[in-house]
């Protein structure tokens, strides 16, 4: 890196630049500019409580938005089918993914919102403990006596008589009659998974609490987990996610591992992530979660930023709003859930629209249809807009049950609010899809900034790093001279990273305003 005053480097022959105020430039703009959130679309109990939230923290609204919905539809999926006819009938499951930096509060927002889900979900624990702990004794009671009779039967197989005078045909019947009545564990409950395996969620959903939802504040978690460590995995991870989407079951046999079979459960995605993982995740297993259709099952969001606009507000995080909200989710989860008490498999009642309320889906699905051609507005993202109407009925279902109880029919004004905003979140999805077609080298920068944003082995803040230093410790992409030269070309000309020359050589240290508020890949 050749000394000068081009754009983005600094002569100087110390190593500090705490005194560098030089503003970044984005990397990457979307093509258009973000609509403004439908709030009022919302339903009344979870508007007011985004409203009253996002006065105090100051997030996007579509970010605190986009939590509660996902809370709702956790709260609610279980109860419900949505029937759009007779026959196209589906769950109310949601997936959402809200794209947002550093900085922009997403782990306060998620955290308040689903406050009364984790909450009701560790009262239930607490309450059915002395039941759980009994049935445990049961179990382990019954086990011990199935041993025993196992040890039986085998000596009877060897010409030993057994102690009791049963024959072996005795002991068979007496095993038949032990297995039929067996014990069983109550269920308890699990809402939340963030870092898990296909393997293990689907194991875990089979004989688990049969509603619950993969949920994560920091995406990286789930799409860093082990679920995507090759392009298998990360395959059966979005076929997996797909299939609970669907509301569909299916059955697993292994013959190293354990053999399960999923029926009647239900499991919505919330997600929020960082720009550059939203370009791990569209780069794994070769980009087939556009493939696959995964990502067309989400309703996306990449709010603009608030940071910078947040004066101190004094708020109330037991505001009379949220308490109602509080309240409303904790009753909705103590609803006895419609299931087979043997398998626990859900089978909820169908929630119609009313006649009025249809009409208004078939002409909100028609409308969507005619745009998906070649030349239609929304011919870049058919997978998404093919999905829109299902995603709006399923919001009118989850916002109907949320106000109104697992009954009734969904009508028109609930239907229209639904389709207001799944209309939002497909422009936003067209946004999102229209930022993603960059260079190489653009991807490479973004994920140059966010690696030099986060701490180092030792946990002291990266910032800085010897140009030929990222060859040996820098993302593995960036370990090819070419690549990171043209990345670090892009970042010294955006200003996003600086020159700096010590007494040990050149060194690239991020822009002090990236390090103030990590928002280097969309300031």
């Known amino acids: 890196m050749s000394k000068g005053n081009g754009t983005g480097r600094i002569r100087t022959i110390t190593d500090t630049a705490a005194d560098i105020k030089i503003d970044p430039e984005p990397l990457v703009s979307p093509d258009d500019e973000p609509r403004p959130y439908p709030l009022d679309a919302l339903s009344p109990t979870i508007r007011a409580a985004v409203s009253a939230y996002q006065y105090f923290g100051q997030q996007p609204i579509p970010l605190v938005a986009g939590s509660a ?92 008589i057994s102690k009791d005078g049963l024959s072996l045909e005795g002991l068979k019947q007496a095993l038949t009659m032990l297995e039929m009545n067996r014990p069983r564990e109550p269920v308890m409950p699990t809402l939340f998974y963030e870092d898990v395996s296909p393997e293990a969620l689907g194991e ?76 791990q995740l569209l780069g794994a297993a070769g980009g087939v979660a556009r493939g696959t259709g995964f990502l067309a099952r989400f309703l996306l969001a990449w709010p603009a930023s608030t940071m910078g606009a947040r004066d101190y507000r004094a708020g109330n995080l037991d505001a009379p709003e949220l308490a109602t909200w509080d309240a409303r989710v904790t009753s909705v989860l103590s609803q006895p859930l419609p299931n087979t008490p043997k398998e626990i498999a859900l089978d909820p009642p169908t929630l119609f629209l009313s006649h009025e309320a249809r009409a208004r889906w078939v002409a909100f699905h028609n409308a969507a249809e005619r745009e998906l051609g070649r030349l239609g507005e929304f011919s870049d993202v058919a997978d998404f807009a093919a999905k829109v109407a299902e995603n709006a009925a399923r919001i009118a279902g989850v916002m109907w049950v949320f106000e109104h109880g697992p009954a009734g029919t969904i009508d028109a004004a609930t239907m229209d609010a639904a389709a207001a905003i799944a209309s939002w979140h497909l422009y936003e999805a067209r946004r999102l899809t229209g930022a993603t077609k960059t260079p190489r080298t653009v991807t490479d920068a973004m994920i140059l900034v966010a690696w030099m944003q986060k701490p180092d082995a030792s946990g002291k803040p990266r910032g800085s790093i010897a140009p030929r230093d990222i060859l040996r410790q820098g993302p593995s992409r960036l370990r090819d001279r070419i690549r990171r030269d043209a990345a670090v070309k892009l970042l010294l000309e955006s200003k996003q990273l600086l020159e700096v020359q010590s007494t040990t050589g050149t060194i690239l240290r991020l822009n002090p305003r990236l390090m103030e508020v990590s928002h280097g890949i969309r300031p």
């Not at 997936?95 to 998620?110: M, Y």
């Open 204 to 279: 875990q959903l089979s004989k688990g609490w049969p509603s619950a939802s993969v949920w994560s504040d920091e995406a990286a978690l789930v799409i860093g987990s082990r679920g995507m460590v090759s392009n298998d995995s990360a395959l059966r991870y979005f076929g997996l996610l797909n299939r609970f989407w669907d509301g569909l079951g299916f059955e697993r046999f292994r013959t190293t591992a354990k053999s399960f079979t999923i029926t009647g459960r239900r499991l919505t995605c919330s997600l929020m992530m960082q720009y550059a993982v939203l370009w």
């Open 69 to 160: 919905l996902s809370v709702a539809a956790l709260a609610t999926q279980g109860l419900v089918n949505v029937g759009r006819d007779r026959n196209l009938i589906g769950p109310i499951s949601l997936n959402v993914a809200v794209i947002a930096e550093s900085g922009e509060r997403k782990t306060s927002a998620d955290r308040r919102m689903a406050r009364a889900a984790r909450r009701w979900q560790q009262d239930f624990r607490t309450s059915h403990g002395n039941e759980a702990a009994e049935a445990a004794s049961r179990v382990a009671a019954w086990q011990a006596e199935r041993e025993g009779l196992l040890a039986k039967i085998k000596a009877a197989a060897g010409g030993r």
